[in-house]
């Protein structure tokens, strides 16, 4: 458990919603901003987790959502509908995102020690 930030306390991963669910670990630094393009009230972004501004970051621009992220993040969202897997990590490469393939089975971690 990663508490770097006041409302990561309320951080339970991973996050489920309908068909999507998320894995992260994340420190975004355009909170407000994300919160008023994505429609969410000002009231509630102090109990919004990263990893919830993440998803639906996501939600509204896809695989494009890592270009409105500022911050430290690597995280992995699966689509169960699509079958399909989306992993993203910061621009400047701060926040690692170490992966395998081994056995039928994709792992991943911002820690190599994990793996």
């Not at 991973?14 to 009230?41: C, F, Q």
């Not at 009231?43 to 890592?66: F, R």
Request: proline share 3%; with cysteine.
């Amino acid at each position: 458990m990663l508490w770097n930030t006041p409302e990561s306390k309320w951080e339970h991963l991973p996050v489920s919603y309908k068909h999507l669910v998320i894995t992260a670990d994340a420190r975004l630094d355009n909170r407000e901003e994300l919160a008023r393009k994505l429609g969410i009230d000002r009231a509630d972004i102090s109990t919004t987790t990263d990893s919830e501004l993440v998803m639906s970051s996501y939600q509204k621009w896809g695989d494009q959502s890592p270009n409105h992220l500022l911050g430290d993040f690597a995280f992995a969202i699966w689509n169960r509908n699509k079958r399909e897997l989306f992993c993203a990590r910061d621009h400047m490469g701060i926040r690692p995102l170490y992966f395998s393939l081994a056995d039928d089975r994709f792992i991943f971690a911002s820690d190599i020690k994990i793996l």
